[in-house]
């Protein structure tokens, strides 16, 4: 948020530093202004026009069919945050903003910016959900609704960034055959442990409707014969198994701790002997250190969505050991470095 508020100049930055600025009244509309202009770039397709080629404001409005005043208006803004460069009434994609806003692009978020819109709503409604109101549960939207293509698709493009390096972090079981994949949604996790180790195969576990954009996105990627999706709510469905390897990844932030408990004890029973769980998430900072902005955000963001918070590493080692789960070894990924891997073994002590 301080991106647009930063001082640009040695005036600015003094005010900023001193406390001679208001620095609240500041933050509060620019972080709308960073959201909502970055949302509306992808939107109304004018990043996706952009990464084709150059375009001045007329070609922009006549073929996005924009009004002229505004659509200039938010150009500043992109060129002002580095988004977009400006050479003789040309417009283009920065280089940076090729590399995530490019559809076309291995590295693309735009699904993911574009969804971002449906969070308004949420962080709207904060006063009343602090005042003790019910929060939102944005993953009870009906199987067929549009919600589910947008939200799995955007996190489909944040989970392609940091797969191969989690496959490559994971210890696999001697011989492992078999994957078991919780909450998985888009599958590109399973997927790309699958592709390291040949002999794998995997069962997605999740929502209808995001078990549903979940298989297109697995087919599209040639991969439907090594990874399989299954319809169900994780905490009530019959896992099956027995699994070697079980993935339980940016899943428990959106449960509660009894739920929690209630998942780990399900997944020990359908592990092997000697079996491991993996767990990714994002963990909260020891409580007598300065929370982090990032890490604090996201914890209040799960609770108006889910009504669950971001848990301690404490609080994950006592609910393994509970489980019947070893201690487990922590991971740190360079690619997501807010968020930490844990792996564990089944327990041989029954």
Known sequence: MRLIIRGDTLIERIALRTNLAPAPAFESLSGMALSGVLI??????????????????????AELQLNHEPTRLLLDCLRSLGYVDCRQDQYSLSRRTRRWLTRASP??????????RDYWQYWSNLPEVVRGGLEFNHHAAEPHDPYWREYITGQFELARLSAPEVAKKLRMPANARTLLDVGGGHGWFAAEVCRRYPRLRATVIDLPGS???GREIIADAGMSHR????DGDALEIDLRGPYDVVLCFNLIHHLKSTQIMTLFDKINAALRPGGSLAVLDLFTQ???????AATSCLGLFFYLTSGTETYSPEQLRDWLREAGFEAPRRVRLRRIPSQTLYQSTKSSIS
């Not at 509306?40 to 922009?60: F, K, M, N, W, Y």
Request: charged share 30%.
């Open 40 to 61: 509306a770039s992808t939107r109304l397709g004018v990043a996706a026009r952009l990464a084709q080629r150059p375009a001045t404001i007329d070609e922009l409005t």
């Open 286 to 292: 020891p409580r007598d250190a300065r929370p982090d």
């Open 107 to 116: 590295t693309s978020v735009d699904h993911f910016v574009t969804g971002c």
């Open 211 to 213: 078990a549903r954009i």
């Open 227 to 230: 990874v399989e999706h299954r």
